[in-house]
């Protein structure tokens, strides 16, 4: 793919009868790379309406610091630069035509996270915290076939992105299909993942002790009374090790 150039798509929009629940669709592709699952709860018009489901990019960028890593197939580019640009530009060469017309509000495109690090991107302030986990500052997919629930209408759709540097998403959208309608056990083991009914006992390991905790809330609350800060979000990690899949926990 050449990514120095605009890159123009159509979409494709195939409603599913007989798909089964965004619940039960999970697991059967849970082996897939790079699964999202954005779950609606409420079936209220206009809030929380739909719920969308993706599997396998065809794009990924990552940055750690001034570090940006691209990956697309078995291709991968790393350079430095300010992350904000790096992804900015990768958003500009994709182009989806007609999307205002289509009937859904998500029609493919980037699913990701932005970390709280880069606000040093933003502003300057002190940096204390230990970075012992590592995780990337930006993480983003880019889709071009997802599978959209409607839960007000109880509809699901199966939308791709066809262009001429995507010319198999008719077949890739044919084969979710198959996998969304086949009547199998959401349980069964066929689909990579099966459910135990068991809960297990593992020990918890906190960064926070318990009279640390309650002395960090008093020194916030010193600083609110004094007029230092009106909001402070204090976190907590909780770390253990479990034996069951992550989508089971």
Known sequence: MDLTRTLEGKIIVREINGACLPIEAFPRFVSQNNLFFLDSALQIKGIARYSFLGFNPFLIIKTKHRKVTLIYGEELTEFEGNPFEAFRSILRRFKIKDAEKAPIPFQCGAVGYFSYDL?????????????????????????????????????????????????????????????????????????????????????????????????????????????????????????????IPSYEL
């Open 119 to 243: 606000c040093h991107f933003i502003e300057k302030l002190p940096n204390k915290s230990v970075d012992d986990l590592y995780l990337p500052d930006i993480y983003f997919g880019f889709y071009d076939a997802i599978i959209s629930y409607d839960n007000f209408l109880g509809k699901c759709y199966v939308i791709g992105i066809e262009s001429d540097w995507n010319i198999t998403i008719k077949d890739r959208m044919n084969q979710i299909v198959d996998v969304l309608c086949e009547k199998l056990d959401v349980c069964d083991e066929s689909l990579g993942y099966k459910q135990t009914q068991w809960i297990c006992e593992t020990p918890l390991k906190f960064n926070f002790a318990k009279d640390q905790y309650i002395n960090a809330i008093r020194r916030i609350k010193d600083y609110i009374a004094s007029g230092d800060v009106y909001q402070v979000n204090l976190s907590q990690r909780i770390e253990t090790k479990v034996d």
